[in-house]
């Protein structure tokens, strides 16, 4: 059930399930793997956390474009991207034009649960976390909203989401089953 030649980008907040989901996708439509994420701190030999505390986030949102842009140009892959990326208008329009663009959208309560697994977000880092995503959320959901397609990432199995991600690109003509 390959997709029709394009890449599959997954878009959301911190925690909505990027990554594991994305992995998973991939793992089933037999597709590459890559998180922008995990090739941006490649490409700069740091952390996101210190490439944010040394240079900013204004320089972070510039090569996160920059590898975005890249993988983008490569093969068909699943694409799990931090929660900011596809808020840059630049990056988002990159992404609409050569990319079938997913919102993993997933409740405050369970982005919450799920970032307090790690200490690796750079934006949860200072004051209350719940109150930062219950803000990013606000802001950045009507962004998110212009995915082509919004999948509920809820608290339930990985699986669960990987199997309505497919479901919906089969229904929309995207794959072939």
Known sequence: MPPVGQTIVLVGLMGAGKTTVGRRLAR??????ADSDFEIEKAAQMTVGDIFSTYGEDYFRAGER??????????????ATGGGAFVNAETRTLMKE???TIWLDAALDVLVERT??????????????????KKLLAERGPIYAEADIKVQSSDGPHDTVVNSII????NKGLIRA
């Open 28 to 33: 089933r439509l037999g597709l590459e793997f």
């Open 66 to 79: 920059r590898v975005i842009s890249r993988l983008m140009d490569g093969p068909p892959r699943v694409l």
């Open 116 to 133: 307090s697994r790690r200490d690796t977000r750079p934006l949860l880092q200072e004051g209350d976390p719940e109150e930062t995503l």
């Open 167 to 170: 479901q919906t690109l089969e």
């Open 98 to 100: 050569k990319s079938i």
